[in-house]
Protein backbone atom coordinates (compact mmCIF):
# COMPACT_ATOMS: atom_id res chain seq x y z
CA UNK A 1 0.00 0.00 0.00
CA UNK A 2 0.72 3.50 -0.23
CA UNK A 3 2.19 4.70 3.12
CA UNK A 4 -0.08 7.01 5.00
CA UNK A 5 2.50 9.88 4.21
CA UNK A 6 1.81 9.79 0.77
CA UNK A 7 -0.80 12.95 -0.74
CA UNK A 8 -2.29 13.55 -3.83
CA UNK A 9 -4.18 15.90 -5.59
CA UNK A 10 -7.95 16.18 -6.43
CA UNK A 11 -7.10 15.57 -9.65
CA UNK A 12 -4.20 12.70 -9.25
CA UNK A 13 -7.19 10.72 -6.83
CA UNK A 14 -9.60 11.27 -9.60
CA UNK A 15 -7.11 9.73 -12.07
CA UNK A 16 -6.20 6.94 -9.74
CA UNK A 17 -9.69 6.06 -8.32
CA UNK A 18 -11.10 5.66 -11.65
CA UNK A 19 -14.13 8.95 -10.82
CA UNK A 20 -14.80 11.88 -11.62
CA UNK A 21 -13.00 14.79 -9.96
CA UNK A 22 -16.65 15.85 -8.92
CA UNK A 23 -16.91 12.62 -6.58
CA UNK A 24 -14.17 13.82 -5.13
CA UNK A 25 -15.15 16.95 -4.42
CA UNK A 26 -18.60 16.20 -3.15
CA UNK A 27 -16.75 14.00 -1.02
CA UNK A 28 -14.63 16.95 0.98
CA UNK A 29 -17.25 19.04 0.49
CA UNK A 30 -19.38 16.69 2.85
CA UNK A 31 -16.48 16.99 5.26
CA UNK A 32 -16.10 13.59 5.81
CA UNK A 33 -12.44 13.20 4.97
CA UNK A 34 -10.05 15.69 5.83
CA UNK A 35 -7.99 17.18 2.83
CA UNK A 36 -3.71 19.09 3.12
CA UNK A 37 -3.63 22.51 2.59
CA UNK A 38 -0.33 23.31 0.69
CA UNK A 39 0.68 26.32 -1.59
CA UNK A 40 0.48 25.77 -5.07
CA UNK A 41 3.72 25.30 -6.88
CA UNK A 42 5.23 28.15 -8.54
CA UNK A 43 4.59 30.35 -5.57
CA UNK A 44 0.92 31.14 -6.87
CA UNK A 45 -2.03 32.15 -5.10
CA UNK A 46 -3.42 29.25 -4.99
CA UNK A 47 -3.90 26.59 -2.62
CA UNK A 48 -3.79 23.07 -3.70
CA UNK A 49 -6.13 20.40 -1.59
CA UNK A 50 -4.12 17.06 -1.42
CA UNK A 51 -5.99 13.72 0.04
CA UNK A 52 -4.05 10.92 2.15
CA UNK A 53 -4.08 7.63 0.08
CA UNK A 54 -6.52 6.41 2.71
CA UNK A 55 -8.69 9.19 1.20
CA UNK A 56 -8.21 8.06 -2.46
CA UNK A 57 -9.39 3.93 -0.92
CA UNK A 58 -12.32 5.55 0.60
CA UNK A 59 -14.01 6.94 -2.81
CA UNK A 60 -12.83 4.84 -4.54
CA UNK A 61 -14.71 2.24 -2.29
CA UNK A 62 -17.97 4.54 -1.98
CA UNK A 63 -17.95 4.65 -5.87
CA UNK A 64 -17.64 0.74 -6.55
CA UNK A 65 -19.94 -0.32 -3.43
CA UNK A 66 -23.32 -0.95 -4.55
CA UNK A 67 -24.39 0.29 -1.07
CA UNK A 68 -25.91 4.18 -0.54
CA UNK A 69 -24.81 5.35 2.71
CA UNK A 70 -25.62 8.13 4.97
CA UNK A 71 -23.83 10.44 6.17
CA UNK A 72 -23.01 8.94 9.71
CA UNK A 73 -22.37 5.90 8.00
CA UNK A 74 -19.62 7.40 5.28
CA UNK A 75 -18.34 8.66 8.98
CA UNK A 76 -18.14 5.64 10.50
CA UNK A 77 -16.44 3.98 7.15
CA UNK A 78 -13.96 6.63 6.60
CA UNK A 79 -13.29 6.12 10.25
CA UNK A 80 -12.43 2.03 9.79
CA UNK A 81 -10.06 3.14 6.80
CA UNK A 82 -8.13 5.80 8.80
CA UNK A 83 -7.66 2.80 11.74
CA UNK A 84 -7.15 -0.04 9.31
CA UNK A 85 -2.77 -0.75 8.95
CA UNK A 86 -2.56 -0.02 4.80
CA UNK A 87 -0.70 -3.20 4.68
CA UNK A 88 -4.02 -5.00 5.93
CA UNK A 89 -6.46 -3.15 3.68
CA UNK A 90 -6.78 -5.48 1.40
CA UNK A 91 -8.05 -8.35 3.19
CA UNK A 92 -10.26 -6.26 5.99
CA UNK A 93 -13.55 -7.45 6.53
CA UNK A 94 -15.66 -5.28 8.77
CA UNK A 95 -19.02 -5.35 10.35
CA UNK A 96 -20.27 -2.11 9.79
CA UNK A 97 -23.50 -1.94 10.20
CA UNK A 98 -26.38 -4.80 11.46
CA UNK A 99 -26.05 -7.69 8.99
CA UNK A 100 -23.74 -5.95 6.71
CA UNK A 101 -19.90 -6.65 6.06
CA UNK A 102 -17.43 -5.56 4.03
CA UNK A 103 -14.38 -6.45 2.28
CA UNK A 104 -12.96 -3.66 0.99
CA UNK A 105 -10.22 -5.52 -0.74
CA UNK A 106 -12.13 -6.86 -3.22
CA UNK A 107 -12.94 -3.22 -4.99
CA UNK A 108 -9.81 -2.06 -4.37
CA UNK A 109 -7.20 -4.53 -5.80
CA UNK A 110 -6.74 -2.18 -8.61
CA UNK A 111 -7.06 0.73 -7.36
CA UNK A 112 -4.73 -0.12 -5.01
CA UNK A 113 -1.97 -1.51 -7.76
CA UNK A 114 -2.48 1.90 -9.36
CA UNK A 115 -1.89 4.10 -6.21
CA UNK A 116 1.20 1.98 -5.57
CA UNK A 117 2.37 1.98 -8.70
CA UNK A 118 1.82 5.87 -9.29
CA UNK A 119 2.89 6.83 -5.53
CA UNK A 120 6.23 4.92 -6.64
CA UNK A 121 7.22 6.05 -9.61
CA UNK A 122 6.07 10.03 -8.75
CA UNK A 123 8.92 9.37 -6.31
CA UNK A 124 11.45 7.96 -7.93
CA UNK A 125 10.76 10.13 -11.34
CA UNK A 126 9.55 13.58 -11.27
CA UNK A 127 10.80 16.82 -9.23
CA UNK A 128 9.84 20.08 -8.94
CA UNK A 129 12.98 22.22 -8.56
CA UNK A 130 12.36 26.21 -8.91
CA UNK A 131 16.12 26.16 -10.59
CA UNK A 132 14.67 23.50 -13.47
CA UNK A 133 12.39 25.72 -16.45
CA UNK A 134 10.68 27.30 -13.24
CA UNK A 135 9.69 24.69 -10.96
CA UNK A 136 7.70 23.28 -14.14
CA UNK A 137 7.74 19.61 -13.08
CA UNK A 138 10.37 17.56 -15.15
CA UNK A 139 12.15 13.90 -15.21
CA UNK A 140 14.76 13.51 -12.61
CA UNK A 141 17.98 14.72 -13.78
CA UNK A 142 16.66 16.27 -17.17
CA UNK A 143 15.31 19.43 -17.94
CA UNK A 144 12.64 17.48 -19.72
CA UNK A 145 9.36 18.56 -18.53
CA UNK A 146 6.31 16.53 -17.93
CA UNK A 147 4.13 18.24 -20.39
CA UNK A 148 6.97 17.79 -23.12
CA UNK A 149 6.51 13.80 -22.95
CA UNK A 150 2.55 14.04 -22.91
CA UNK A 151 2.64 16.79 -25.85
CA UNK A 152 4.51 14.51 -28.15
CA UNK A 153 2.52 11.44 -27.14
CA UNK A 154 -0.38 13.84 -27.69
CA UNK A 155 0.92 14.50 -31.36
CA UNK A 156 2.04 11.34 -32.61
CA UNK A 157 4.68 9.98 -31.04
CA UNK A 158 5.31 6.57 -29.02
CA UNK A 159 6.89 6.15 -25.97
CA UNK A 160 9.42 3.97 -27.67
CA UNK A 161 10.14 7.61 -30.28
CA UNK A 162 10.33 9.24 -26.82
CA UNK A 163 12.91 6.74 -26.09
CA UNK A 164 14.45 6.75 -28.82
CA UNK A 165 15.50 10.17 -28.56
CA UNK A 166 16.40 9.75 -25.00
CA UNK A 167 18.14 6.71 -24.54
CA UNK A 168 19.16 6.57 -21.17
CA UNK A 169 15.48 7.39 -19.95
CA UNK A 170 14.03 4.35 -18.82
CA UNK A 171 10.48 3.38 -19.85
CA UNK A 172 9.32 3.82 -16.51
CA UNK A 173 10.38 7.39 -16.25
CA UNK A 174 8.50 8.64 -19.62
CA UNK A 175 5.17 6.37 -18.28
CA UNK A 176 5.50 8.34 -15.03
CA UNK A 177 5.93 11.67 -17.10
CA UNK A 178 2.53 10.79 -19.07
CA UNK A 179 0.54 10.18 -15.44
CA UNK A 180 2.06 13.17 -13.71
CA UNK A 181 0.98 15.03 -16.60
CA UNK A 182 -2.36 13.56 -17.00
CA UNK A 183 -3.42 14.03 -13.03
CA UNK A 184 -1.59 17.43 -12.70
CA UNK A 185 -2.82 19.27 -16.23
CA UNK A 186 -1.73 22.66 -16.96
CA UNK A 187 -3.76 25.12 -15.70
CA UNK A 188 -4.86 28.15 -17.94
CA UNK A 189 -4.49 28.75 -21.61
CA UNK A 190 -0.60 27.76 -22.56
CA UNK A 191 0.79 30.28 -25.15
CA UNK A 192 2.52 28.99 -28.43
CA UNK A 193 3.29 25.20 -28.48
CA UNK A 194 3.91 23.56 -24.76
CA UNK A 195 5.06 20.73 -25.96
CA UNK A 196 8.41 22.01 -26.53
CA UNK A 197 9.15 23.35 -23.08
Known amino acids: MAHAE ?24 EGIVKIRN ?15 AEAVYFVAFLKRCDL ?18 ADRLLTAKWRL ?9 ELLAPVHDRVVRYAG ?7 RNPDIKGGTPVIKGTRMSVYSVRGRIEHGDSIEDVMEDNPDLPRGAIEAALAYASAN ?13
Request: glycine share 8%.
Open 6 to 29: EFFTTAEAAELAEIPPRAIEKVIE
Open 38 to 52: APAPKGGARVRRLLS
Open 68 to 85: EFSREQKRRLWQRFKETP
Open 97 to 105: FTGIEVHPG
Open 121 to 127: ARKRWIE
Open 185 to 197: PLVGRPGGKPWRT
